[in-house]
């Protein structure tokens, strides 16, 4: 991915020097099937996250911390989003509210509740930010065999797209409608919503691609591959071995393959409608 160039965003929050131990989100083999379900958690992740008051403090990183490439790479995509969404933005008449990005290690306190690293990253609807703890990259390399800059930009468009999905009322009306109906149902629609971030991800990738001339050659593959691994289904074999459909949050490895290339292909919001089709 060409990204060296790019600009850097302004709205990079580094809480990387508050912070404490790490501490597993819940215990036994449950607890660790909600850690890798919960991975590129979207859309209000306080239902699983533990309340509580601000962590302990710990030394700020060091100067050679060896994260710091990360951070650069990360503005960049982050101002990169900002390029593509504002003008997209602008075509249906709507002004495009930039979102903070924050880093964080270990845990962090959101508006939507005490957050561990276990849960990968997330977008928190209440505040309009989103968290990454900058090792997850790491995980997205070995434990999920995704690796590659392109695999870690996806990682931001997608949570990008659980933004856009709130600023223009649709996370909002999926939480209403959560309330409406049972549990095997509100799973779905988090599927649905979930398919969507994917797909405006896509859109992300197609409409930078144009104007920056970001892809190189096997990027598209490493986006493909880290949608392919982070699967409902994909998860769950991991940690079980066996898949329960109705449990899906996520969407399974071939839907989150298949929204994706929709918006990467198209360009066209009105081509992530995910929540129509009768089947996704």
């Not at 599927?191 to 892809?215: P, T």
């Not at 490895?253 to 089709?277: H, I, Y």
């Amino acid at each position: 991915m060409r990204w060296q160039r790019g600009r850097r965003s302004l709205n990079i929050e580094d809480r990387r020097g508050i912070g404490g131990p790490a501490v597993a989100a819940g215990g036994g083999i449950g607890g660790f099937i909600l850690v890798l379900v919960a991975m590129l958690l979207g859309i209000d992740p306080s239902f699983i996250l533990p309340q509580g008051g601000p962590p302990p403090a710990v030394p700020p990183p060091s100067v050679g911390d060896q994260h710091e490439a990360l951070v650069d790479f990360v503005s960049v995509v982050l101002a990169d989003t900002e390029d593509t969404w504002k003008p997209l933005f602008q075509e249906i008449g709507r002004p495009y509210q930039e979102p903070k990005l924050v880093l964080f290690r270990n845990q962090v306190n959101s508006a939507c509740g005490l957050a561990q690293a276990a849960v990968g990253p997330f977008y928190c609807p209440a505040d309009q930010k989103v968290y990454i703890d900058l090792s997850f990259y790491q995980e997205l390399r070995t434990r999920h065999n995704a690796p590659g800059d392109f695999a870690q930009a996806y990682v931001i468009a997608h949570e990008i797209g659980h933004h856009v999905q709130t600023l223009l009322g649709i996370s909002q009306q999926v939480q209403r409608a959560k309330g409406r109906v049972n549990q095997r149902d509100a799973n779905q629609l988090s599927v649905r919503q979930e398919l969507q971030a994917d797909c405006y991800a896509g859109i992300w990738a197609h409409h930078a691609d144009r104007a920056r001339n970001i892809l190189e050659a096997g990027d598209i593959e490493e986006a493909l591959k880290a949608a392919s691994q982070i699967g409902d289904d994909t998860l769950q074999k991991q940690a079980q071995g066996y898949v329960v459909p109705d449990s899906f949050t996520h969407g399974s490895s071939a839907q989150r393959v298949r929204w994706f290339k929709r918006g990467l292909q198209t360009g066209e919001m009105n081509q992530c409608d995910t929540f129509s089709p009768p089947q996704v």
